[in-house]
Nanobody, 123 residues
Framework: VQLQASGGGSAQTGGSLRLSCTASGDSLRDYAIGWFRQAPGKEREGVGCISVSTGSAYYADSVRGRFDISRDKAENIAHLQMNSLKPEDTAVYYC?????????????????WGKGTQVTVSS
């Protein structure tokens, strides 16, 4: 599966952005879909993921309650809705997928990665 993230841009503190992950080559219904991010000078960190088997969503503590992952299986697109944005959310965001499971604690656990999209939050 090939993934393409889009929708990044700039927002002010407290604002919202919605990222999209468009898939091609296979159906998203057969994959766990997640998002990672990488801020300047920091390691990539898992943001959230939807399980392929249960449809349950999991989130990093830093974004829980503010971010929401969804997917439109008919359109083969997943979204990351980001609300109540903070300057520390500034990062390049990556859409990821894996046919088996969600892995958020390290960047090596999910097989497919798209190119990132920049999100900048100003105070």
């Amino acid at each position: 599966v090939q993934l393409q993230a889009s929708g990044g841009g700039s927002a002010q503190t407290g604002g919202s952005l919605r990222l999209s992950c468009t898939a091609s080559g296979d159906s998203l219904r057969d994959y766990a879909i997640g998002w990672f991010r990488q801020a300047p000078g920091k390691e990539r960190e898992g943001v959230g993921c939807i399980s392929v088997s249960t449809g349950s969503a999991y989130y990093a503590d830093s974004v829980r309650g503010r971010f929401d992952i969804s997917r439109d299986k008919a359109e083969n697109i997943a979204h990351l809705q980001m609300n109540s944005l903070k300057p520390e959310d500034t990062a390049v965001y990556y859409c990821v997928a894996d046919p088996v499971r969600c892995v958020l604690h390290n960047q090596y656990g999910m097989d497919f990665w798209g190119k990132g999209t920049q999100v900048t939050v100003s105070s």
